[in-house]
């Protein structure tokens, strides 16, 4: 990684790492990078941030109901990754996670729509998660 810290292999490599490690932020942050550094790649990498995104979304969603089902007193994570202290900011991050996961989708759509039903299915059933949780 010292060696070639920019190389579109190492980073993609890091950023799976990251991901397999919980780290969502910083494995979007290299999707987004990658995305940026190699655009005939691009759809590929924004699916790794919509993905990314919609794990962080769903650690923030299970967060939150934990809070709230321990009457908003704060709790441990189960992990060295900061979380929010309360329900409603947990709620909030995770809809706004659940939103940059959908437009990573979107994105990725339009730089490739050969593979739009599988996306497209990606992206009604995020939009649904998203919804219901809304409503929680």
């Known amino acids: 990684?010292?060696?070639?810290?920019?190389?579109?292999?190492?980073?993609?490599?890091?950023?799976?790492?990251?991901?397999?490690?919980a780290q969502y932020e910083k494995a979007v942050e290299l999707?987004?990078?990658?995305?940026?550094k190699v655009p005939a790649?691009?759809?590929?990498?924004?699916?790794?941030?919509?993905?990314?995104?919609?794990?962080?979304?769903?650690?923030?969603?299970?967060?939150?109901q934990q809070l709230q089902e321990q009457g908003a007193k704060a709790c441990p994570p189960s992990n060295e990754i900061a979380l929010p202290?309360?329900?409603?900011?947990?709620?909030?991050?995770?809809?706004s996670a659940y939103q940059a996961a959908i437009a990573a989708y979107r994105q990725a759509l339009e730089k490739q729509p050969k593979n739009?039903?599988?996306?497209?299915a990606q992206l009604s059933a995020l939009e649904e998660r998203q919804d219901s949780f809304a409503q929680f």
């Not at 699916?47 to 939150?64: D, F, T």
Request: no cysteine; glycine share 2%; charged share 20%.
């Open 116 to 120: 739009s039903a599988e996306l497209q």
């Open 41 to 64: 790649q691009a759809a590929s990498f924004l699916q790794g941030v919509g993905v990314n995104q919609e794990e962080r979304a769903y650690q923030l969603k299970s967060h939150a």
């Open 1 to 21: 990684l010292e060696l070639t810290p920019e190389e579109p292999s190492t980073m993609r490599n890091l950023a799976v790492a990251y991901q397999a490690n």
């Open 85 to 95: 202290n309360t329900a409603a900011q947990a709620k909030n991050d995770a809809i």
């Open 31 to 36: 999707y987004t990078r990658l995305a940026e």
